[in-house]
C-alpha cells in the first residue's frame, strides 16, 4: 500500500494536502469536487499538435507535465485537477501555461464553459502494475478490472462520506459507510458496519479512524464503485510504505468580492416585489451562506405599518457565482432596506473570506 506525505513550506506544512486515487471518467462526472485537488488517475496518454491529454476521455484533460513521461497504458498520472471553465483568464498561478493552444483545440479559442475542458496541472507518471489481490486503491484506480470480483479489504472506517474522500453518495442503504486506505476510498454496501466487539455509528466522528477488514463483491456503475459486504470484521492497521510527494505552492487567489448588485446601493424607488441579486467576482461555497445573510427595515416605520422585519428566503446560482434574495411578500412602502452579508462567507475550492458587506437601498410606492 501506498500513503502520500507533502514537502512544504511554512503554514501550509501543518495540515498536508492528501492525493485522490480516482478515474478519469470520474473526474469528469464530479468536477467541482475535484476542482483544485491533487488527483492520480492510471490511464495512458496521447499528442496531438503538441498538446498532450489523456486518452480515451469523453471530454479532453490536458497534462502539462512536470516532469516529461511516455504515454504506456500502464501509468499513473498525477497532478492537479482544474475545470479550465471555472478560472479567470488573468489568473496569477497559471499565468506561464500556453493556454491559448488549449483554448485553439478544444472551443475554437472561446474560453470555454464549466465542465467542458479540464487540466491536470505539474504532472508526473509511475508505474501502476494491478496488484492480483485487489487493494481500496487499485479498485479506486481501476473498477473495471475487478468488477464482480469477490475481495477482502483492508481500510479504515470513515462513516457515511464524514471526511469528502467521494465526490458521490452510493445511496443503496441507511448503513453505506466509505472505507479508506493510502489515497484510495470505496463505498460498502449490504452490512451495518457492526459485529462482535464493535458497533458504529455512519453518522459520527468520533466511530472514524477504526480498522476494518471487508469481504465483498466489487460493483460498478457508471463512474461508481462500490463493494456489496458480505462480512465486516474488526483489523489492524497495515503496514504502509510512505512516497513524498513534493506539492508546489502557488500564490492564493485573491479573496472574493461582490462585483455587482440590483438593486444599487442608494438605488430609490424600488419595486416592493424586488428580488435583490449580489454578484461574486470568484465561485463561492453555498453552504457558508447559511446563517450570514440578513435583511431589515432601516428606522422608524410609520404609525400603523408592522415593525417587523421582512421575511425572505435565497438561493445561490453556481452558474453565475450569484445570489439571490426573495421577500416572501412584498416590501413596505417607501421604507429603506438594508441587506447584509456578514462574517462567515467563504469562496469555493480555497475558503478564503469575504469582507462584510451591505447594500441599502429605498423603495417607492
Not at 178 to 191: E, I, K, N, R, Y
Not at 251 to 273: H, K, M, N, W, Y
Request: with cysteine; net charge neutral; glycine share 8%.
Amino acid at each position: 500500500m501506498v500513503v502520500c506525505s507533502a514537502a512544504l513550506t511554512g503554514a501550509a506544512a501543518a495540515q498536508a494536502p492528501s492525493r485522490i486515487a480516482t478515474t478519469p471518467e470520474a473526474l469528469i462526472a464530479a468536477p467541482v469536487f475535484f476542482h483544485g485537488k491533487q488527483v492520480v488517475v492510471r490511464r495512458g496518454t496521447v499528442e496531438d499538435g503538441g498538446l498532450v491529454k489523456l486518452a480515451s476521455t469523453a471530454k479532453p484533460i490536458f497534462v502539462f507535465w512536470k516532469e516529461r513521461a511516455s504515454g504506456a497504458p500502464d501509468k499513473e498520472v498525477r497532478g492537479e485537477f482544474w475545470d479550465l471553465g471555472r478560472l479567470e483568464r488573468n489568473d496569477p498561478r497559471f499565468a506561464t501555461l500556453d493556454l491559448a493552444r488549449v483554448l485553439d483545440a478544444a472551443s475554437q479559442g472561446q474560453w470555454p464553459a464549466r465542465d467542458r475542458v479540464f487540466l491536470i496541472l505539474n504532472a508526473t507518471a509511475a508505474e501502476s502494475p494491478l496488484p492480483p489481490d485487489a487493494t481500496i486503491r487499485a479498485i479506486a484506480l481501476a473498477p473495471e478490472a475487478y468488477k464482480d470480483r469477490t475481495v477482502t479489504l483492508v481500510g479504515r472506517f470513515r462513516g457515511a462520506n464524514l471526511f469528502g474522500d467521494l465526490a458521490q453518495p452510493v445511496a443503496k442503504s441507511r448503513w453505506d459507510f466509505v472505507l479508506q486506505s493510502a489515497d484510495g476510498a470505496v463505498w460498502v454496501t449490504g452490512l451495518r458496519p457492526r459485529g462482535k466487539g464493535f458497533d458504529l455509528d455512519t453518522g459520527s466522528r468520533v466511530d472514524t479512524g477504526r480498522w476494518l477488514q471487508v469481504t465483498g463483491t466489487v460493483r460498478h456503475d457508471g463512474t461508481l464503485p462500490w463493494i456489496e459486504a458480505t462480512a465486516i470484521a474488526p483489523a489492524t492497521a497495515p503496514t504502509e510504505t510512505p512516497v513524498e510527494v513534493v506539492v508546489p505552492q502557488a500564490p492564493r487567489q485573491p479573496a472574493p468580492q461582490v462585483i455587482f448588485s440590483a438593486p444599487l446601493t442608494g438605488e430609490t424607488d424600488v419595486e416592493p416585489t424586488v428580488t435583490v441579486r449580489i454578484q461574486f467576482s470568484r465561485d463561492m461555497d453555498a453552504a457558508s451562506f447559511r446563517g450570514h445573510v440578513r435583511a431589515g427595515y432601516v428606522g422608524e416605520p410609520a404609525r400603523g405599518a408592522p415593525a417587523a422585519a421582512p421575511a425572505f428566503s435565497f438561493r445561490y446560482n453556481e452558474g453565475n457565482r450569484a445570489l439571490e434574495i426573495k421577500f416572501t411578500t412584498p416590501l413596505d412602502r417607501f421604507r429603506q432596506v438594508r441587506v447584509e452579508l456578514g462574517e462567515g462567507i467563504q469562496s469555493a475550492v480555497d475558503n478564503q473570506p469575504l469582507a462584510p458587506w451591505s447594500l441599502t437601498f429605498t423603495t417607492g410606492g
